[in-house]
Nanobody
Framework: EVQLVEAGGDMVQPGGSLRLSCAAS????????MSWVRQAPGQGPERVSG????????YYADSVKGRFAISRDNAKNTLYLQMNSLKPEDTARYYC???????????WGQGTQVTVSS
């Protein structure tokens, strides 16, 4: 069974930092491109970042470019998202997923909540 377990979300002040992690199991993690998707209440999902299988190529949405950094540890089957200079508009639930399925919530984990507020 495929499992994606996100962690690391919290409430932080604007300008703060968080590091999200996603523990993957039930599939060959190192064989898949992976992504982080976020969804705020009442809004559609936004793919904020992606990384290829080997970790040598990354993607960032314009909204997070220069502030977020995605990485992966294939030996630990874990995906990360370092988030710096957080803004209130980054408030959302963050999910990890295999990139091929990023638009289908059936393939997301349970998510971790990030709230940026003063």
């Amino acid at each position: 069974e495929v499992q994606l377990v996100e962690a690391g979300g919290d409430m932080v002040q604007p300008g703060g930092s968080l590091r999200l992690s996603c523990a993957a199991s039930g599939f060959a993690f190192s064989s898949y491109d992976m992504s982080w998707v976020r969804q705020a209440p009442g809004q559609g999902p936004e793919r904020v970042s992606g990384i290829n299988r080997s970790g040598t190529s990354t993607y960032y949405a314009d909204s997070v470019k220069g502030r977020f950094a995605i990485s992966r540890d294939n030996a630990k089957n874990t995906l990360y998202l370092q988030m710096n200079s957080l803004k209130p508009e980054d408030t959302a639930r963050y999910y990890c997923t295999r990139t091929a399925y990023y638009s289908d919530s059936r393939y997301w984990g349970q998510g971790t909540q990030v709230t940026v507020s003063s």
